[in-house]
């Protein structure tokens, strides 16, 4: 029994969503369009302002898509509505983050900058210099640049250099014992 699946997403006011053949799902709302085409066999019915997701069979392939379906649509849902964003500090000295136009410019230590242009559909905002808040509708598009931005230059465990999430935590290692026998 899928806890998560069988629970209705609410709609709330201004969001439209439109299940069309093969179950191609489409989310309409104030922040913008989302659209998905999303497993054959899983049953999306829209019904007075709730979406609910059922399974045609006990099946495990069955069981394991009901709750992801269910959440993917949530999180389309979720995203035309408040949106999600992710945010990234940077440790180190001479580190730094600043907007050239619509290019994040990162100085991270090398003998360039490092240059960035946002996919569609996101936004990148600098409010500090160590600072990077990532935002956009879809959940998935956001968790993607951000990973690309912290591939950049991952924290290391020694002196916590590097881009981080805010909420992450960098488990610290000790340097080198001095060699005594």
Do not use: C, W
């Not at 439109?18 to 191609?24: D, G, I, M, R, T």
């Not at 497993?39 to 495990?60: A, F």
């Not at 900058?113 to 808040?133: D, F, L, R, Y």
């Amino acid at each position: 029994m899928s806890r998560i699946g069988n629970s209705p997403i609410t709609l709330p006011a201004g969001v439209d969503v439109k299940v069309e053949a093969e179950n191609a799902v489409t989310v309409k709302g104030p922040k913008g369009t989302l659209s998905a085409k999303l497993h054959k066999d899983m049953i999306i019915e829209v019904k007075d302002n709730t979406v609910t997701v059922t399974r045609p069979s006990e099946d495990k392939a069955h069981k394991s898509l009901h709750g992801l379906t269910r959440t993917l649509v949530n999180n389309m849902v979720v995203g035309v509505t408040e949106g999600f964003t992710k945010t990234l500090e940077i440790n180190g000295v001479g580190y730094r983050a600043a907007m050239q136009g619509k290019k994040l410019a990162l100085t991270l230590g090398f003998s360039h900058p490092v240059e960035m242009e946002a996919p569609a559909g996101i936004t990148i905002e600098v409010p500090q210099p160590n600072q990077i808040v990532i935002s956009g509708a879809d959940k998935q598009a956001v968790g993607q640049f951000a990973a690309q931005v912290r591939e950049k230059r991952p924290p290391e465990p020694y002196k916590g250099k590097g881009i981080k999430y805010a909420t992450e935590t960098i488990r610290r290692k000790e340097g080198k014992a001095g060699g005594k026998k």
